[in-house]
C-alpha cells in the first residue's frame, strides 16, 4: 500500500462548478499537508500549504485536513478554464523529504 | 529568467550511454533535490543536499550519482542509461526552514531507447 493515494482522475467540469479533490494516508506522523498544481510541460508549484489538522482558505482554494481520518482535501469554487492542471498532494513529518501523490489531472471547460 | 534552470529540456539517449542533466539557481537557496516523474507514480526523490558537502540517497537512488558542484549547481548523472530510466526529471529547492514549499524546475525529459 502506497503511503499517499491520490485518484488519478481525469476529472472533467464546466466552468463556474465547485471541486473537490481529495488524498488519503496510511501515515499518522504527517503534519505538513500541500497541494501543489502542474501545468502541463511545467515543474509543480505550491497552491496551498496546512499544518495539522482545519481549514485554510486562499481566495477561491479552501484545503482542509482530517487527521482523524487520515484524508486531505482541496476544494476549488467557481472554477476556470485556467485551474486546468494536475493537481498532487504532498505531505510530510520532518525537514527532510515530502511525499507526494501521483496527481489528478483536472479538466475545466467552458 | 528561470529561477531553476535545467538543461537539458529534452534528451533521447541509447541504453549503456552516460548522460548528465544540470540544474542551476538564482535563489539562493540552500537545499538542492531531484526528482524523476513516471505516470501512475507520482514524484519520487533520487537524491537531495542540504549544502555542498552534504549529499543524500532519496527513495530511488540506484543507477544515479549526484555532484553539488557549488551552492547554486546540482548535476544528476545516469552512468550507463537503461530503458526504465525513461522518465521527466525535476531538480527543485528549498530554503533551511523548510515548510514543504520547493521551487521546481520545468523539468527535462530523458528518452532512454
Known amino acids: 500500500q502506497k503511503e499517499v493515494e491520490q485518484d488519478p482522475g481525469p476529472l472533467s467540469v464546466p466552468e463556474g462548478a465547485i471541486v473537490s479533490l481529495n488524498c488519503t494516508y496510511s501515515?499518522?506522523?504527517?503534519?505538513?499537508f500541500m497541494w501543489y498544481r502542474q501545468y502541463s510541460r511545467k515543474g509543480p508549484e505550491l497552491l496551498m500549504y496546512?499544518?495539522?489538522?482545519g481549514n485554510k482558505e486562499d481566495g477561491r482554494f479552501t484545503a482542509q485536513v482530517d487527521k482523524s481520518s487520515k484524508y486531505i482535501s482541496l476544494f476549488i469554487r467557481d472554477s476556470q478554464p485556467s485551474d486546468s492542471a494536475t493537481y498532487l498532494c504532498?505531505?510530510?513529518?520532518?525537514?527532510?523529504?515530502?511525499?507526494f501523490g501521483t496527481g489528478t489531472r483536472l479538466q475545466v471547460f467552458p | 529568467d528561470a529561477d531553476v534552470t535545467q538543461t537539458p529540456r529534452n534528451r533521447i539517449t541509447k541504453t549503456g550511454k552516460r548522460i548528465m542533466l544540470e540544474c542551476s539557481q538564482t535563489?539562493?537557496?540552500?537545499?538542492m533535490y531531484w526528482y524523476r516523474q513516471d505516470p501512475g507514480l507520482g514524484l519520487r526523490l533520487i537524491y537531495y543536499s542540504f549544502d555542498v558537502k552534504d549529499i543524500n540517497k532519496g527513495e530511488i537512488s540506484d543507477g544515479y550519482s549526484v555532484s553539488r558542484q557549488a551552492q547554486a549547481k546540482f548535476s544528476l548523472s545516469l552512468e550507463s542509461a537503461i530503458p526504465n530510466q525513461t522518465a521527466l526529471y525535476f531538480c527543485?529547492?528549498?530554503?533551511?526552514?523548510?515548510?514543504?514549499?520547493?521551487?521546481f524546475g520545468e523539468g527535462s525529459r530523458l528518452t532512454v531507447l
Open positions: 535563489k539562493g537557496h540552500d537545499r
Open positions: 501515515n499518522s506522523a504527517f503534519q505538513y
Open positions: 496546512t499544518y495539522s489538522s
Open positions: 527543485a529547492t528549498s530554503t533551511a526552514a523548510n515548510t514543504g514549499e520547493l521551487f
Open positions: 504532498a505531505m510530510n513529518y520532518n525537514t527532510d523529504k515530502l511525499i
